[in-house]
Structures are given as C-alpha cells and as structure tokens.
C-alpha cells in the first residue's frame, strides 16, 4: 500500500521560514516526478513545487525565490524549504507524484501570521 507521510508544519510569523518533509513507503516514488501541493480555505488544491528524478526542479511564480524543493532518492523523501513566507502561504501542504496519485497523506498545516 502507497503511504506518504507529510510533516513539518506548524505557526509561523511572516517573513519565517519552516521546512517540510514527505516520506514515501515505496521506494518507486524515488524514480518519478514529485511534488508539493497545497489548499487553502474555501480554495483549491494547487501545485506549488515539483522535482524530477534527476533533480530537474519548477515552481509556481507566487513562490519562486522563496521556496526550494529537494530531495532524496536513497531515503525516499522530498523536502520543501520554505522561506519569506507570507498569509498567503497558510494552507495544508501534501506531497503527491506530479500528476498526482489518488493516494494523498493527511498533510501538514502552516499557518503564516502577519
């Protein structure tokens, strides 16, 4: 069964910086595209950064320069600075393949106060 495991979310203040990490249970997740998403309230899901298996790396334009994707073939993982964060930021965060499986983690909360 295909788990991804989000975490390292949490309250910040505007202009804070937090760091995400997804792991994955099956070690296919380390051959193929990945990526973060997130939705906010009443808003929805979007992807936000993705990463190819060689480390090929694109992001929406509201995050670009503040946010930097990565991750680790051997451990199955992917990771999601974040920095300069702003309100707007505030959403659930989920790690998903890009296009995504039909298989989504419970996420990680962030929540940005001004």
């Known amino acids: 069964q295909v788990q991804l495991v989000e975490s390292g979310g949490g309250l910040v203040q505007a202009g804070g910086s937090l760091r995400l990490s997804c792991a994955a249970s099956?070690?296919?997740?380390?051959?193929?595209?990945m990526g973060w998403y997130r939705q906010a309230p009443g808003k929805q899901r979007e992807l936000v950064a993705s990463i190819t298996r060689g480390s090929a790396t694109n992001y929406v334009d509201s995050v670009k320069g503040r946010f930097t994707i990565s991750r680790d073939n051997a451990k199955n993982t992917v990771n999601l600075q974040m920095g300069s964060l702003k309100p707007e930021d505030t959403a659930v965060y989920y790690c998903?393949?890009?296009?995504?499986?039909?298989?989504w983690g419970q996420g990680t909360q962030v929540t940005v106060s001004s």
């Open positions: 998903n393949t890009n296009p995504p499986t039909k298989y």
């Open positions: 099956n070690s296919i997740f380390s051959i193929i595209t």
